[in-house]
C-alpha cells in the first residue's frame, strides 16, 4: 500500500515562479528522498533528508521535513521549463532495509 | 552516463504470450534490485526484490507464478511476465540501490503493451 501522499497532485506555473509540493507519510521513518521523473522515464534522486533534519538545500531545491507531523515539502526556486515532471516523495517505510514506499506524486508544469 | 539499463524499451504483445525484460546494472555489482509496476499518471508500486542467488520476495498481492524473477548475475536481473493480459499492461522499472544504501538508482522502464 502507498504510504505516502502528495499535495498538489498537478501543479501548473509560469517559469521563474517558486513551486511548492508538500509529501505526507504515516509511520516513522529513516529518511525521506525526493525524485523526479520525466515523462515515461526512470526516476532520479534528487535530495535525502534524515529523520533528525527539519531543512536541506541542493541548488535550486529546499527540502523541509516535520516528523512531528510527518510531512515533508519539496520546494523549487525560480523554475524553468525544463523542471517540468512527475516528484515524488519516498520513505523507508521498512525499517533497516532498502525498500522504498512512494507517494502518488505531483506532476509539475512550467509554463514558458 | 546509464547506471542502470533495461531492456527493451517498449513491447507490445498478444494476450496469452509471456514477455521479458531485462535490468543490467551497468557500474557495479548488484546483489538487490527491485522491481515496481507503475500504471499512468500512478505512483510506482513496488512488487519484488530481486535477490542475487537466491529466490526474489514478492510484495503482498502480487502472483509470484506470474511474475517470474530471475537474478542470473550480479548485473543482470530478469521479469518475466507470464501469460500476459491486457490488465498487465504498465510501465515496469527496476531500480539498484546505491553505495549508499538509501538511494536508488532507477532503469529507464519498460512499457509493456498486452493487446
Known amino acids: 500500500s502507498q504510504q505516502g501522499e502528495e499535495d498538489p497532485q498537478a501543479l501548473s506555473i509560469q517559469e521563474g515562479e517558486n513551486a511548492t509540493m508538500n509529501c505526507s507519510y504515516k509511520t516513522s521513518i529513516n529518511n525521506l528522498q525526493w525524485y523526479r521523473q520525466n515523462s515515461g522515464r526512470g526516476l532520479v534522486h534528487l535530495i535525502l533528508i534524515r529523520s533528525n533534519e527539519r531543512e536541506k538545500h541542493s541548488g535550486r531545491l529546499r527540502v523541509t521535513l516535520d516528523t512531528s507531523k510527518k510531512s515533508s515539502s519539496l520546494l523549487i526556486t525560480a523554475s524553468r521549463a525544463a523542471d517540468t515532471a512527475s516528484y515524488f516523495c519516498?520513505?523507508?517505510?521498512?525499517?533497516?532495509?532498502?525498500?522504498?514506499?512512494f507517494g502518488q506524486g505531483t506532476r509539475l508544469t512550467i509554463n514558458p | 552516463g546509464a547506471v542502470v539499463s533495461q531492456h527493451p524499451s517498449w513491447v507490445i504483445c498478444k494476450s496469452g504470450t509471456s514477455v521479458k525484460i531485462e535490468c543490467r546494472s551497468l557500474d557495479f555489482q548488484a546483489t538487490t534490485m527491485f522491481w515496481y509496476r507503475q500504471f499512468p499518471k500512478q505512483s510506482l508500486m513496488l512488487m519484488a526484490t530481486?535477490?542475487?542467488?537466491?529466490?526474489?520476495?514478492?510484495e503482498q498481492g502480487v502472483e509470484k507464478d506470474k511474475f517470474l524473477i530471475n537474478h542470473a548475475s550480479l548485473t543482470l536481473s530478469t521479469l518475466t511476465v507470464t501469460s500476459a493480459h491486457p490488465e498487465d499492461s504498465s510501465f515496469y522499472i527496476c531500480s539498484v540501490p546505491t553505495g549508499n544504501r538509501w538511494t536508488q538508482y532507477f532503469g529507464p522502464g519498460t512499457r509493456l503493451l498486452v493487446l
Open positions: 519516498a520513505t523507508d517505510a521498512y525499517q533497516g532495509a532498502q525498500k522504498l514506499v
Open positions: 530481486s535477490n542475487e542467488g537466491s529466490k526474489a520476495t514478492y
